[in-house]
């Protein structure tokens, strides 16, 4: 198999990846690219899976700057199998017309410039080269499915919605008892880019911090790192806020939060939201892409418009309302226990890298 990334730097679909290849282990052989020459994510790999990186020489600046010397890797590859993630990596559809090889295209979201709307020429582009050259598609929200089908419009046999999957501890982790004067431990888990508006969640910290005793962790490396700390620093929160930077399992870190904090302007399905869940942890998050929808039967007044002063007000509510946590935790590790467990992931999947989606042959494993 070829993975085509925008970079291999950790994040959602690079995160799933690593789950995926360390379960199926040998089964598959892969090699991965990436946009920007970065594989970070490749050391959270167990020893077991067979990958190996390929750099490339990029041309910026042109959606079909690098077709050409993408097609002779894919000639000179020849994978059974060509799995292309994002936009960021749409070039390797342009490449693959006509086809060299059998593609899946996957799409996990947008960046912050499609966070409101989608782009005209880019919905071509993807009519293009996954609608017309009948490229099976995999999205990971029910939002995305609507925008591929209304948007786009795919063929809806072509698109498949595959729900993102976490571990479920078999018991909630215990609750911390907040005695009076106890600082709440606020935390997220996010990279640390304008989509992710973590400047909005500083913000929000400062003002909950105004009123009663807090500390927030932010868990993720980018390069808005140094911005986000000069931030806290002209808040007056600076000795309250913990930047870890990039953590290669930062589950660690996740299962001490008190309260776990979404404060993103655009997502899908956020993996780190419902690892938090599956913990058995209280949240709050802005009101995107699918984020409604899970929490709906959960706590569904915990989600508010992604507006800097909307997410402040609601911050400081549900840290108040600590009382409720404990309904909330339990009604969120029922959730993702029964709808966004990793086994039923895991062999949705499987089939998907074996090849078995409608327009994509039965892949022969013999190679691995």
């Known amino acids: 198999m070829l993975h085509a990334f925008s970079t291999f730097q950790l994040g959602g679909p690079q995160a799933r990846f690593v789950e995926l290849a360390n379960a199926l282990g040998p089964m598959f052989r892969h090699t991965v690219v990436a946009m920007d020459n970065r594989f970070d994510a490749g050391e959270r790999l167990h020893p077991s899976v067979n990958w190996a990186p390929m750099t490339l020489k990029v041309i910026k600046g042109g959606a079909l700057a690098n077709r050409a010397s993408f097609r002779q890797v894919l000639r000179s590859l020849q994978p059974d199998l060509l799995m292309s993630y994002n936009w960021g990596a749409i070039e390797w559809a342009a490449a ?36 017309w050259a009948r490229v099976p598609v995999v999205v990971i929200s029910r939002q995305l499915e609507r925008i591929a089908l209304q948007e786009w419009r795919l063929p809806e046999h072509r698109v498949h919605f595959i729900a993102n999957g976490v571990n479920v501890p ?72 913990e930047f870890t930077g990039y953590l290669s399992n930062p589950g660690e870190k996740l299962k001490d939060f008190d309260l776990f904090a979404l404060s993103s302007d655009t997502e899908q399905q956020p ?11 209280p949240v709050v998050a802005t009101a995107v892409g699918d984020v409604p929808a899970i929490l ?18 609601l911050l ?12 909330w935790s339990s009604r969120g590790h029922a959730l993702v226990s029964s709808t966004y467990a990793k086994p039923a992931m895991l062999a949705q999947w499987q089939a998907v890298w074996a090849g078995q989606l409608a327009g994509v042959r039965a892949t022969s494993l013999s190679h691995a």
């Open 316 to 327: 400081l509510q549900v840290a108040q309302a600590n009382s409720k946590w404990s309904a």
């Open 96 to 131: 693959n017309l006509p086809q060299v090889c059998h593609q899946v295209h996957v799409e996990d979201g947008f960046g912050p410039e499609e966070a409101a709307r989608q782009l005209p020429r880019r919905v071509w582009m993807r009519r293009a080269l996954l609608g």
């Open 271 to 281: 993996i780190a939201l419902l690892e938090a869940m599956a913990m058995g942890m």
């Open 170 to 241: 078999a018991r909630m982790r215990p609750q911390r008892e907040l005695v009076a004067g106890a600082a709440i431990h606020v935390g997220t888990v996010a990279g640390l880019r304008s989509e992710k508006n973590i400047a909005r969640l500083i913000k929000a910290f400062a003002r909950l911090r105004s009123v009663q005793p807090a500390r927030l962790t932010i868990v993720g490396g980018g390069l808005l790192q140094a911005e986000l700390q000069q931030l806290a620093q002209s808040l007056g929160v600076g000795d309250d806020v």
């Open 296 to 313: 709906a039967d959960v706590s569904p007044d915990n989600v508010c418009p992604p507006d800097d002063a909307a997410f402040a007000q």
